[in-house]
Nanobody, 120 residues
Framework: QVQLVESGGGLVQAGGSLRLSCVASGSIFSINAMGWYRQAPGKQRELVAAITRGGSTNYADSAKGRFTISRDNAKNTAYLQMNSLKPEDTAVYYC??????????????WGQGTQVTVSS
């Protein structure tokens, strides 16, 4: 089994910054793509940013220039640095990891979600 633990969410004023972390543990052989999604009340979950094992990234238009996704393969950890936060960034943020387990099964895993609230 694979477990994901997210941290770093909270309440911040507009213009502030937060750094989210997602640590994976368990029967992990390798982690392929890592992604951060968010879901605001009444809205569908949407991709915010993603990064391949090789470090290639892609961002939602709303995140470009403000958010940075990174990863530490040795620590099985994904990060999302969020700067210049806006009230419309308020949502529950989820990490999603594409994991190959030690018994060669590849599957997607989701974190429990962390609340980000940006006040105006």
């Amino acid at each position: 089994q694979v477990q994901l633990v997210e941290s770093g969410g909270g309440l911040v004023q507009a213009g502030g910054s937060l750094r989210l972390s997602c640590v994976a543990s368990g029967s992990i052989f390798s982690i392929n793509a890592m992604g951060w999604y968010r879901q605001a009340p009444g809205k569908q979950r949407e991709l915010v940013a993603a990064i391949t094992r090789g470090g290639s990234t892609n961002y939602a238009d709303s995140a470009k220039g403000r958010f940075t996704i990174s990863r530490d393969n040795a620590k099985n950890t994904a990060y999302l640095q969020m700067n210049s936060l806006k009230p419309e960034d308020t949502a529950v943020y989820y990490c999603n990891l594409d994991v190959t387990s030690t018994w060669s099964v590849r599957a997607d895993y989701w974190g429990q979600g962390t609340q980000v609230t940006v006040s105006s």
